[in-house]
């Protein structure tokens, strides 16, 4: 079993994708919904919020854990893989969506590179140190989106402030002739507002999405990693979790991760 683990449910957008290129897996989703957001929280709380979490997978039997979620791959992934998995569980994995995410803008060819993303996420420069060590001459601009995240997790990106509020974010991004190729959806909530980005983005810039992305990159760790590949159970089983309230999970995951789930109320403690 795979597990997957977010502050709410944006990793669904994650999970979906990957879901779709390696159906044959068995997935454990776990949303800390009674705890979300973690964009705006210090790093010692979601250090210790994303360790509870990923602690609670591997009980669960997971030997492999995706964090998806940007702020704690951002502010929590590194201490867990450098501190926790060696002492605790070192034969199973921890891996992020920043790596991933990092390789791809890099293998396209991009230039400069424009980042929107959590305020936690562009504070901690997680994304510029993992470019800088791939690709030093990457130019990269980065804007924090603090109302996008509500506006999805409260179901109104089709309302009229949406737009109103992406072109706020972007005219900053874009502003001042910086000439930006590629732009980086750096959250796991913005693929829902994808076509809001494709009508107001400029039309030569690249949208990446980070689902089609790491889905891509598990797929070829798990080719060049048998050890962990091999102790995957194959049942297609998915297991959806959450600590808050499930019948709220139930409704608003069908737009995150598009098909109809059925989730489990648990305690992270
Ligand atoms: N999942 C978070 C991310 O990708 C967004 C939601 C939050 O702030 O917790 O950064």
Known sequence: ???????????????????????????CYLGDNARVPYGNRSQGIVFEFTKEAVDFLFRKGCPLIIIACNT???????????????????????LGVIRPSVEEVVEQGCRKLGILATEGVVASEAYITEIKKLSPAVKIYQEACPLLVPIVETGEQDGEATD???????????????????????CT?????????????????????????????????????????????????RAFLTTDASVRFNRLALTFFGEPVSSHLVSLV
Do not use: N
């Open 72 to 94: 704690s791959s951002a502010k929590a992934l590194r201490r867990i893989q450098q501190e926790y998995l060696p002492v605790v569980y070192p034969d199973r994995r921890v």
């Open 189 to 237: 909530h913005y693929p829902i507002l994808r076509k809001h980005f494709e009508r107001l983005v400029p039309h030569q810039v690249i949208i990446l999405e980070q689902g089609p992305i790491v889905a891509r990159k598990l797929k070829d760790y798990l080719i060049r990693h048998p050890e962990i590949e091999q102790k995957l159970s194959r049942r297609q089983a």
């Open 1 to 27: 079993m795979i597990g997957f683990f977010d502050s709410g449910f944006g990793g669904l957008t994650i999970l979906r994708s990957v879901v779709e290129l390696l159906p044959e897996y068995d997935y």
């Open 164 to 186: 109103l509020i992406i072109s706020k974010y972007l005219r900053r991004l874009f502003g001042q002739d910086k000439d930006i190729d590629t732009l980086l959806l750096a």
